[in-house]
């Protein structure tokens, strides 16, 4: 009986991935964003994850920028936890099939809000990192960038002037690094399809994407494990799962359909 009901969902599901295709098949401008959701099959918890990381670390706790100015030694040791999950993730199949789909030209940009590389990592390119990177260490001091790959590990890493770094991702309460807010709208406000992925669309101001693409007549379809504040109000096309999965059959169809050229 259980197995039937399941059955009867994938199916459903199944026709709405083949609508999305059929959309970004015929779509000039395809941009995807995606969020820690994307990542999470590849082992790096989201927010929302039982017994991970954010469950003994609270976010609001240590991922403030206050929270680092006033014991970056603390904040620090979240950090090293946090990087040795970054430092061993793979890009997963959800990765991957964004990457592909823009080799095979329907996927213009990726912007992302995941700090980890792993678009990077999975071939794509001209990737916008909202958040920054954590490949990359800055001094709040004098500036300078350091690789985090070189850092101790349970050390709290130090500048060459002495100051204490910090990962050059932002933290909540810091500003978007300049320019990249202009560059992510006036992207989807010429897309015609928006692709979201894995994404809570609870973060200012990454939040305000969607809304930016809809308000410029974008399609938006949205991939999550469970509906979001997005599902209702925003999304045309929701398609519930796991990420990995739905790209991966999301990508197969949109070659499908190119393949058999039922759309032009
Ligand atoms: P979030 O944690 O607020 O929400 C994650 C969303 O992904 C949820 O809606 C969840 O239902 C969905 N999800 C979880 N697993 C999924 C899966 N396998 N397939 C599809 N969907 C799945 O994440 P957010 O909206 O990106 O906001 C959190 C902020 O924290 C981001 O700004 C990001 O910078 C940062 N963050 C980054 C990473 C990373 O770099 N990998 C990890 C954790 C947090």
Redesign the pocket.
């Known amino acids: 009986m259980i197995r039937c009901h399941e059955s009867i969902v994938r199916r459903n599901v199944r026709e709405e991935i083949r609508k999305a295709a059929e959309i970004i098949c015929q779509a000039p401008k395809t941009v995807a964003l995606t969020?820690?959701?994307?990542?999470?099959?590849s082992g790096?918890?989201?927010?929302?994850?039982v017994g991970g990381l954010w469950e003994r670390f609270d976010?609001m706790e240590y991922g403030t920028i206050q929270a680092f100015l006033a014991n970056p030694e603390k904040v620090w040791m979240m950090l090293h936890e946090m990087s040795a999950l970054?430092k061993r993730a793979q890009p997963n199949p959800?990765h991957k099939g964004l990457a592909r789909l823009q080799k095979m030209g329907k996927l213009h940009n990726i912007i992302t809000?995941?700090?980890?590389n792993l678009h990077q990592e999975s071939g794509a390119t001209g990737v916008i990192e909202?958040?920054g990177n954590c490949r990359t260490l800055v001094c709040l001091s004098c500036g300078q960038r350091f690789e985090a790959e070189k850092i101790e590990d349970g050390v709290t890493p130090r500048c060459d002037c002495g100051a204490i770094l910090k990962p050059d991702v932002?933290f909540f309460g810091e500003q978007i690094p300049s320019g990249i807010l202009p560059q992510a709208y006036a992207l989807v406000s010429s897309c015609h399809v928006l692709l979201v992925?894995?994404?809570?669309?609870?973060?200012t101001p990454?939040n305000t994407i969607p809304y930016t693409a809809k308000m410029a007549k974008a399609e938006i379809v949205e991939?999550?494990?469970?509906p979001?504040v997005l599902t209702k109000s925003l999304t045309d096309i929701f398609l519930q799962?796991?990420?990995?999965e739905i790209v991966t059959e999301l990508v197969r169809e949109v070659q499908r359909i190119m393949s058999e050229g039922e759309v032009t």
């Open positions: 969020g820690a959701g994307i990542s999470v099959e790096i918890p989201d927010f929302r994850s976010p970054m959800a809000q995941n700090i980890d909202f958040h932002v992925v894995g994404t809570s669309a609870e973060v990454a991939i999550n494990l469970m979001t799962g796991k990420a990995s």
